[in-house]
């Protein structure tokens, strides 16, 4: 039997407070792609820019988190940086809020390499 579904309202200013910690979340995610391929490749922001017919520093504003990015630029910086936006929906029961201290098995998780995610960036939406 399906078990009842809380309808209780979400105040505005958790909603804002979650949307914060999704948005950095994602701009952390965006920004590490970003060094590793200008390690690994050389690939700079300008080249970025020239891939997507955008101003260097637009996107220098961007990896910097200087300005509110909508899923498709974040989208399209993802791909010039031959990589696959993915965004995730986990049920709240199990996901621990991103703005409190991580928990040992979580920084364990943090460290762990990533080779065989192919070229993807995983944005999750949370609760926190």
């Given at each position: 039997m399906?078990?009842?579904?809380?309808a209780q309202?979400?105040?505005e200013?958790?909603?804002?407070?979650?949307?914060?910690?999704?948005?950095?979340?994602?701009?952390?995610?965006?920004q590490?792609?970003?060094?590793r391929?200008?390690?690994?490749?050389?690939l700079?922001?300008?080249?970025?820019?020239?891939?997507?017919?955008?101003?260097?520093?637009?996107v220098?504003?961007?990896?910097?988190?200087?300005?509110n990015?909508?899923?498709?630029t974040?989208?399209?910086?993802?791909r010039?940086?031959?990589?696959?936006?993915?965004?995730?929906?986990q049920?709240?029961?199990?996901?621990?809020?991103?703005n409190?201290?991580?928990?040992?098995?979580?920084?364990?998780?943090?460290?762990?390499?990533?080779?065989?995610?192919?070229?993807?960036?995983?944005v999750?939406?949370?609760?926190?």
């Amino acid at each position: 039997m399906p078990t009842k579904v809380n309808a209780q309202r979400i105040s505005e200013a958790t909603l804002a407070q979650q949307w914060f910690s999704f948005l950095h979340g994602a701009l952390g995610e965006l920004q590490s792609a970003f060094r590793r391929i200008n390690k690994t490749k050389g690939l700079t922001q300008k080249d970025i820019g020239a891939k997507l017919g955008m101003d260097p520093a637009r996107v220098s504003k961007c990896l910097r988190g200087r300005t509110n990015m909508t899923l498709r630029t974040m989208h399209n910086l993802a791909r010039a940086m031959d990589c696959r936006l993915v965004i995730s929906l986990q049920e709240l029961g199990s996901l621990r809020p991103t703005n409190r201290p991580p928990t040992i098995a979580n920084q364990i998780e943090k460290v762990t390499p990533t080779g065989s995610s192919g070229g993807t960036m995983i944005v999750s939406a949370s609760n926190g």
